[in-house]
């Protein structure tokens, strides 16, 4: 497995768990559930990094690279706005909310990974 | 009369939080209305991909994966939005989400040469962990619990 994958999965697993268990402890949004998404946040910097220097060092996309691209910006985006959504009204679902963008990113990694080996069309 | 009366029920009901049904938007809606957020991306950039790379391999399926990105986008808009028009927008949305993955998926297990790809709904949201089809269920369940101008019938929280 590749190991930018297995953190990725790693990190969101983890997030969507602390979110998940805080929500379900009916806390709202702490420095812990927010900073776990913050981290979703900064491995998906880190892998985009990697991507644009794997993608220049001649081991691009096998896969539709633009599918990749559109797919990485919009996980990009995912831990930003579910953080905008949950900060809006601090209760217990908002962690649900953080906790269901994890689960997204974990998701989306899978895709990106399978668009990267250029296993599987849409 | 009728509009006065739903606006001093739902105050009661929702919380307290604004009026005329914004209850909807607040609490398990919340992470409803994430979830509707997150499929409606989805769909929308999976019909976008389809229709745009290989419509003419199965175009009734792709077209349904686009009638099935806007609904999406109409629930989740409707749902977020108060006020009783974006209320009865947003069960006409739902249902017709509940009807279109029940129907879908149907079709895709009995007639699956008109659903060779995979889509959203396709085997009622097999490739999505079955969200398609538990999410109208509970968005049903939640707008029948924020009807506006109707006190809930079950007061759990």
């Given at each position: ?122 | ?39 409606a991306?989805?769909a929308t950039?999976r019909a ?17 994966s686009a009638v099935a990105a806007v609904v999406y986008i ?84």
């Amino acid at each position: 497995m590749d190991p930018f994958l297995l953190v990725g999965v790693i990190v969101c697993a983890v997030s969507a768990a602390l979110c998940l268990g805080a929500g379900v402890l009916r806390r709202p949004p702490n420095d812990i559930t927010i900073l776990s998404i913050a981290a979703v946040e900064l491995f998906l910097v880190a892998y985009a990094v990697g991507a644009v220097i794997r993608q220049l060092a001649g081991e691009p996309v096998l896969g539709e690279a633009w599918e990749f691209w559109g797919y990485l910006l919009t996980a990009l985006l995912v831990p930003v706005g579910a953080f905008w959504w949950a900060i809006l009204e601090k209760t217990r679902w908002s962690n649900f909310v953080l906790a269901a963008a994890g689960v997204t990113v974990f998701v989306m990694l899978f895709r990106m990974e399978q668009i990267w080996d250029g296993v599987a069309g849409l | 009369m009728t509009g006065q009366r739903s606006r001093q029920g739902n105050g009661a009901a929702s919380a307290a939080t604004a009026p005329d049904g914004a209850g909807r938007a607040s609490g398990p809606g919340r992470l409803l209305i994430a979830v509707y957020g997150v499929f409606a991306l989805a769909a929308t950039a999976r019909a976008g991909f389809q229709i745009a790379t290989k419509f003419g391999e199965a175009p009734l399926a792709y077209l349904l994966s686009a009638v099935a990105a806007v609904v999406y986008i109409v629930a989740t808009v409707s749902l977020a939005r108060p006020g009783a028009r974006a209320y009865r927008i947003s069960v006409i949305a739902v249902t017709t989400e509940l009807v279109g993955v029940v129907a879908v998926g149907l079709l895709s297990v009995f007639d699956a040469q008109a659903f060779p790809s995979e889509t959203v709904w396709s085997a009622f949201g097999r490739g999505y962990g079955f969200v398609p089809l538990i999410l109208p269920v509970l968005g049903l369940l939640w707008l029948r619990r924020n009807q506006p101008g109707r006190s809930p019938r079950d007061g759990r929280s």
